[in-house]
């Protein structure tokens, strides 16, 4: 029987029900693929142990009989296989516990494998938003936080621009057609801090001149 491990979201990605006059505009998860090569950086540990096999065939060559060297290689192909195969399990559990929500007044994260947590940041604490576009459309937007805005890097991780320690920037990471999925958070964001803010304010006893 299959089972939902986000049944009790009243709405996917989100805690709870948005208030009244919020709409979700577009809600996502990273790819697989793009996320392993992005933040687990598997296509560096993939080329690794291919150039190990390969300098041991080069140096046992020496040695031995071009297919007895050849052989000596395949300890170093398996390792390097069985490593990518354990990067891409931790790419897809991530990608499948995420939910990333543009509304018309916040960015939502719904991250973590182990931990679940949901990142809310509404447009007005939002500076700036960074388009890195990858192979296929797939892309990052990395989003520049006012500064009183504190976020743990490990928490985070891997939806975050990588590197950045001192003011943790996070990221809809690896996500698919994302130069679309950044207009319209452009725009959705414009919309949102163009508005002005009406408060109410006390009421104030007046008193007659005599």
Known sequence: MSHDDFAVEPVPGLPETPPKGEVILWQGRPETWALAREALNIHWIAGYFAVLAVWRVGVSSAAMPLASALATAIPFLLIGLVCC??????????????????????????IGAALTITVNLPFTRIVSADLSLGRKGNGTIALSTVGDVRLSYMVLWPHLRPWQFKHTQPALRAIPDAERVARILATAAETRVSQPEVSRAPAQATVAAE
């Open 85 to 110: 195969a354990i990067l891409l399990a931790m790419a897809w559990i991530q990608a499948r516990n995420t939910m990333y929500t543009i509304t018309t007044a916040r960015v939502a994260m719904r």
